[in-house]
Structure formats: C-alpha cells, structure tokens
C-alpha cells in the first residue's frame, strides 16, 4: 500500500492543465490545449467556471502569479465546504445528527480528503456534486424522510456530474435503477422528470461546446469511444484488476479504513456499501486507473466511518448490539479518545506533507519564472520534462513562447511519443532539438535528467540559475529529488 502511495505522483498536473489552463486561454487569449480538447473529449463547462474569477482578478489589477495559482483553489473550495455541508445533511438523514457530527469529523481528517478537494480537478466538483445529488434521491435516503425532498434536483445535480465527468454515469446508473424499481410511477419517472432534464442539461452543454469548439460536438460520445471501446486511457499505464480494492482506495481512506468497514457492519445501510462496491467494481474492468476516478465515492465510506465513532460514543445506536454499564462507559471514552488520537496522529502529517512537501517543485519553478519573466528576464522555456509535469499560462501569466514534450497518444500501437523518447536517451534528443529549433532563454528539467545533460547544457551556454526541492522519495520514474531552471549566458 505504501509503495502504492509513493509511485504515485501527488503533484497532480492535470490540476492546472483541466480547468485553470484552459480558463486562462478564454479569460486572456492565450493557453495551452491539451490533446484532449483537441479531440473533444472534454467538455468546456468545467474550465467556464474559473473564467470570471480570472476575469474579475485581471478588471482589479490583482492578477498576479501568485494569486492566479491560489484564487482557483479558493473557489473550489467554496465547492468543497458546499460538500462537507451535504455530507453532514446526508449522514443525518440518514442516522441522524451523532453520526452526522463524526462523518463530517472523518470527511474533514481524511488525508486524502483535505489534500484533494480543494484541488481543481474535475473529480473535485463530480465529488460536490455526488454529495449533493444523492441527498435528494429519494431511494439513498430512509423511507420516513423521502417526502421531504425533490428527486428533481437530484436529477439536475446528477446530469451536471455526468457533463463534467461522463464516468459519473457509473454513478447514477446504479442510483438510477434503484430509484426506478422503487417508483410507484415509474413512466412519469422516466418521461417526465429523467428525459426532459437530462435532456436539458445535455443540450445546455452540447450548446456551451459548439460556442467553445466551433462545431458541434458531443464529448461524452466521443469520451467513450477514447476510454472504453479504444482502452485509449491505456496508452497512460496500466493496474492489476483487484488495484482499487487492495491498494487505491485503501491508500485513500487510510486509517479509517477498520472504521468504515466496522461502520458497513452496524449501519446495516447495505445500498450505500453496493454502491461502494459497484463503483470500485466498474472502474476495475478499465485498465488505467487513479485515485482520483473513486473519489466521488471516498465521502460515502467516511460516512461509515463516522458512524463506528458514532457507535463507539453511544452504543445504542441501531445495529450495535452492545450492552453498557458503568465500566464499558469508562473504557468506551477510553476507546473513543484513543480512536480520535489514532485518526489525526496518522492523518494530519501525510495530509501536511503530501500537500506542502511532496512534489512542491513545479510550481515553486513557474512562481519563480513568473517573477523572472515580469522582469523582463525571460524570452522563451523549453520543458525538457515528462510532459505536462508543471503547470503553464495559467501560473506563467506572460505570453510568452513556451514548449513542452509532446506525449499526444499515438494511434499506432508501439510508438511512442516525445516525452518518452527523450527520458529513455536525453542527449541525443537534445543534440536532434538544437539543430532543428532555436535555444531558448531558460530551460526546466528534473535532476535525474540533469546529470545526463549537464555537460551538454555546458557547452551550448547554458547555466544552472536555480534549483527546487521536488521530493524525497522516488515517484513513477527515477527519483525526481529536485526540478533545475537552466539560464543562457552564451558561450
């Protein structure tokens, strides 16, 4: 599990390169399209979100690189604390308030939790969004309760997930089915509510699409042709089947796991955990996996796990068949102290260190480049890293020329792409770049590169102007210890 952890890469590029980048782009008419825009398998109504606050920030004068790189993150996490409000509201309706008070303490201590929903993945917002919606549906709440709410805006929550992340579906296929075999009116269901929303929001977005791509399109047709009948998300790396089950979603909950799987057993709440394994289940089958595809799923079982604290407190819970008496109490605050002390011993260092220290390099490059390029100091970067490994426009914000290693997915099987070709031989790719391109004024690589291009770097004038912590451990290549700006000073 640990080994799992560590070869993954935490500094997450697609953090910028998903929204902000392509916010930057039509906020200031500059910014780098990534090959999936420019197969239309992305839908703009992620990005959109972010082009206001950056327009806002440029109309004050405050859009400086440091608060481009922050305002995002700050804006999700309005979203965020939008999703720990209906984790709360969910849990209570649920098993009420107790258990609601320790599910929203597990979904605030969770490492994983803390480090990645204020980040500006799209699996952030897909995860408020799941939160949200399944506190509407009638099926995912008790029966006492389901009047109170309208399945409608759970239906308009659930369609606005699958329009950012049409993987969603997995979701609401499940909700869906439920929620239909409990209908007393299953064609006005499914007529009336599901067709005309649905449709709704899919044109909405389809409309939002052709105004971005110049031309009709429908992303979550062509999202699934890439990923499931093509495997195209394999061209990226590969898991064993079972990864989700024995590494990925453990690593994720971490020490709450005993929590959570304890929650499952005396909640008895059996739709919620088959939604857990349903999610896990379908993800197996596709060959890439990450982390952050489970997410949306990640605050369900910390609701489990909030109701083992839950139980541990006060063991009249329904479904805990445990007997009090004045020496159980004694040792059950014992217990509950001792379990609170375990969760934030385990959870507070790895959610400070993975998202302070771990893999801090790419953006403390682009801060400095920023600074360097407002100077008047830079002319032009050449990334000569895995690519996409540092953010771009969106933290530069100067419109310069910049280029990275092309890693486009091939449509021939067996060829590989630019940024593989320069890690497995760096020198002669270099030596192949100055012949046919220009030197540029700075260029950014990793160390475990710079060892085999120092000389070479040497020669063309090239010296070393600063150097970054990146990490400590070895990530999914060699051990990226620190990132390197290289200056020309001629020869």
């Not at 597990?106 to 506190?135: K, P």
Request: proline share 5%; net charge positive; with cysteine.
């Amino acid at each position: 599990m640990l080994n799992s952890l560590l070869v993954q890469t935490y500094f997450n590029p697609d953090e910028h390169w998903q929204g902000p980048e392509v916010a930057h782009r039509i906020a200031f008419g500059y910014g780098h399209l990534t090959w999936e825009w420019k197969r239309g398998i992305r839908s703009y109504l992620h990005p959109v979100l972010f082009v206001p606050l950056y327009r806002f920030l440029a109309f004050l004068n405050l859009d400086t690189a440091l608060i481009m790189m922050k305002a995002p993150r700050l804006l999700q996490s309005v979203f965020a604390a939008v999703g720990d409000l209906y984790s709360y509201k969910l849990s209570a309706v649920l098993f009420g308030d107790n258990v609601a008070k320790w599910a929203l303490f597990s979904q605030l201590a969770n490492w994983f939790m803390f480090y990645c929903s204020v980040r500006t993945l799209s699996n952030s917002l897909e995860t408020v969004l799941t939160v949200v919606s399944l506190y509407f549906w009638p099926c995912m709440r008790s029966s006492s309760r389901s009047s109170t709410v309208s399945r409608k805006w759970g239906l308009v929550l659930a369609a606005l997930a699958c329009a950012i992340r049409p993987t969603s579906a997995i979701i609401w296929l499940y909700v869906g089915l439920l929620e239909f075999s409990k209908a007393r009116n299953k064609l006005k269901l499914l007529f009336l509510e599901v067709a005309p929303i649905g449709m709704l929001v899919l044109g909405l977005t389809c409309l939002l699409d052709r105004i971005m791509y110049g031309t009709w399109i429908l992303v979550p047709l062509n999202f699934l042709k890439f990923n499931f009948l093509s495997s195209g998300g394999d061209y990226y790396g590969t898991h064993k089947w079972h990864w989700y089950f024995t590494q990925g979603f453990p690593v994720m909950i971490f020490s709450f796991l005993p929590f959570c799987s304890a929650g499952i057993i005396y909640s008895k709440q059996w739709r919620y955990a088959c939604l857990l394994a349903w999610v896990m289940g379908l993800y197996s089958v596709l060959g890439h996996k990450e982390f952050r595809f489970v997410l949306p799923v990640l605050p369900i079982a910390l609701i489990f796990s909030g109701y083992c604290l839950a139980v541990i407190e006060d063991p009249g819970l329904p479904g805990y068949k445990g007997k009090e008496s004045p020496k159980k109490r004694t040792k059950r605050s014992l217990k509950l102290i001792l379990a609170v002390i375990f969760l934030l011993a385990t959870n507070i260092p790895m959610a400070l260190y993975m998202s302070l220290v771990h893999q801090r390099g790419p953006e403390d490059v682009m801060n400095h480049l920023a600074r360097e390029a407002r100077d008047g100091k830079v002319k032009n970067i050449l990334f000569l890293t895995p690519c996409h490994a540092t953010p771009y426009y969106s933290l530069l914000h100067h419109d310069l020329p910049m280029r990275f290693l092309d890693c486009t997915p091939s449509e021939e099987r067996g060829v590989i792409d630019e940024s593989d070709r320069f890690l497995m031989d760096p020198v002669p790719f270099l030596l192949e770049y100055a012949k046919n391109m220009s030197l540029p004024s700075h260029i950014v690589l990793f160390d475990s590169e710079e060892q085999k291009l120092n000389n070479l770097l040497n020669s063309y004038g090239y010296r070393e102007q600063r150097r970054f912590f990146n990490a400590h451990f070895k990530v999914d290549r060699e051990l990226q210890a620190s990132i390197v700006v290289y200056v020309h000073i001629g020869r």
